[in-house]
């Protein structure tokens, strides 16, 4: 199981930085130009690479979390990463949320729980 609470907040904060970065990604792949040199579209581009870092900290973070914590229990943890993009391109990117992607949510959440729970 988990050692700790120290070792949940990990993979909170993991999970947390890892849908920051996936939003970096959505936020820059949006801005880069179809036309132009290759420099503009780098340039255009850096919420990529701001996310890649981003992304690499979450890495790291969950490294440091599997040390201590059983993998059957943290890795359903990351399904907390949808939720989080999830509500983020809804306010971020006003992306439509019908019923079945909502139905969906719900069951993430419930096994979330369920795993939370065991």
Known sequence: MVSGMKDIY????????GAVGQ????????RIPDTGSLTDKVIAAWPIIAGLAIYAVSTLLWIYALRTVELSYAYPLISLGYVLVFIASYFLFHEAIGPLRL?????????????ARS
């Open 10 to 17: 990990i993979i909170l904060l993991s999970v947390l930085i």
């Open 103 to 115: 139905g969906g949510l719900v069951l993430i959440l419930s096994g979330i729980f369920l795993v």
């Open 23 to 30: 939003v970096a990604f959505k936020y820059g792949a949006a």
